[in-house]
């Protein structure tokens, strides 16, 4: 059974119940909703699913009124997903991402709801999960990304995990990253499409010497200064 509410509608834990609770032949069960700030009791969660049939169950929530701050209180957020119930039974991971542009909470579980379109750095950074640290690993630096996001102005010391499969790769702030800490973040040898409009002083040269280590490149967007006069190959557009 999948559930996705409409954007208007608030649920609860115990409406999502209600709606449930009889159906005794539900095997999997998977949320997309808006709600309220019970949504994130692992408690409530489980003793549910101990009264259904349910073996299989993701959901992602975008909880309401609720503004993550950094590092403070995520630990006990996650808490109630820590149990053997979830992590050895259930092998169900759970995962918060805070959207820094829309300032939207999030509780997702990994791998069905991980988030494929990654800015870097950010507030994600590392990863707030109830996953091991090799799973972690797997599923958000060794599984594909859609896109990465590097803002080159806010990037400070090198990344602890490399980016294996990403296949657009967009870059912005005042001037071009080093290739040398491009290589370090990222394998340059997935990228399929690059971004650097965004880029506020862009140097041909150093643009010419990235692409040379972008051999599956199909797709480059820039912008044409009037300071800035080069000739791009048909191969890029």
């Given at each position: 059974?999948n559930?996705?509410?409409?954007?208007?509608?608030?649920?609860?834990?115990?409406?999502?119940?209600?709606?449930?609770?009889?159906?005794?032949?539900?095997k999997?069960?998977?949320?997309?909703?808006?709600?309220?700030?019970?949504?994130?009791?692992?408690?409530?969660?489980?003793?549910?699913?101990?009264?259904?049939?349910?073996?299989?169950?993701n959901?992602?929530?975008?909880?309401?009124?609720?503004?993550?701050?950094?590092?403070?209180?995520?630990?006990?957020?996650?808490?109630?997903?820590?149990s053997?119930?979830?992590?050895?039974?259930?092998?169900?991971?759970?995962?918060?991402?805070?959207?820094?542009?829309?300032?939207?909470?999030?509780?997702y579980?990994?791998?069905?709801?991980?988030?494929?379109?990654?800015?870097?750095?950010?507030?994600?950074?590392?990863?707030k999960?109830?996953?091991?640290?090799?799973?972690?690993?797997?599923?958000?630096?060794?599984?594909?990304?859609?896109?990465?996001?590097?803002?080159?102005?806010?990037?400070?010391?090198?990344?602890?995990?490399?980016?294996?499969?990403?296949?657009?790769l967009?870059?912005?702030?005042?001037?071009?990253?080093?290739?040398?800490?491009?290589?370090?973040?990222i394998?340059?040898?997935?990228?399929?499409?690059?971004?650097?409009?965004?880029?506020?002083s862009?140097?041909?040269?150093?643009?010419?010497?990235?692409i040379?280590?972008?051999?599956?490149?199909?797709?480059?967007?820039?912008?044409?200064?009037s300071?800035?006069c080069?000739?791009?190959?048909?191969?890029y557009?």
């Open positions: 059974m559930f996705n509410s409409l954007n208007e509608l608030v649920v609860s834990f115990e409406s999502i119940k209600q709606c449930v609770i009889n159906l005794y032949q539900l999997r069960l998977t949320l997309q909703a808006s709600g309220k700030y019970d949504l994130i009791d692992g408690n409530q969660w489980k003793d549910l699913i101990l009264k259904t049939n349910i073996i299989k169950f959901f992602k929530f975008q909880i309401l009124n609720y503004n993550l701050k950094v590092n403070e209180g995520i630990s006990i957020l996650l808490e109630s997903f820590r053997s119930f979830w992590i050895e039974q259930k092998h169900c991971y759970v995962g918060i991402h805070y959207d820094e542009d829309n300032q939207q909470t999030f509780l579980t990994i791998p069905r709801f991980r988030f494929k379109d990654i800015t870097y750095p950010s507030v994600n950074f590392s990863y999960t109830t996953a091991p640290s090799n799973i972690e690993q797997y599923f958000f630096y060794q599984h594909k990304i859609d896109s990465l996001i590097i803002d080159i102005d806010k990037y400070i010391t090198p990344s602890i995990h490399r980016f294996t499969q990403v296949k657009s967009i870059l912005s702030g005042s001037i071009l990253m080093s290739l040398d800490i491009l290589k370090i973040i394998d340059l040898n997935q990228i399929e499409k690059l971004d650097v409009y965004s880029i506020e862009l140097s041909i040269n150093e643009l010419y010497k990235l040379k280590y972008l051999p599956r490149l199909n797709e480059l967007t820039m912008e044409f200064s300071i800035i080069c000739t791009i190959t048909n191969s557009s």
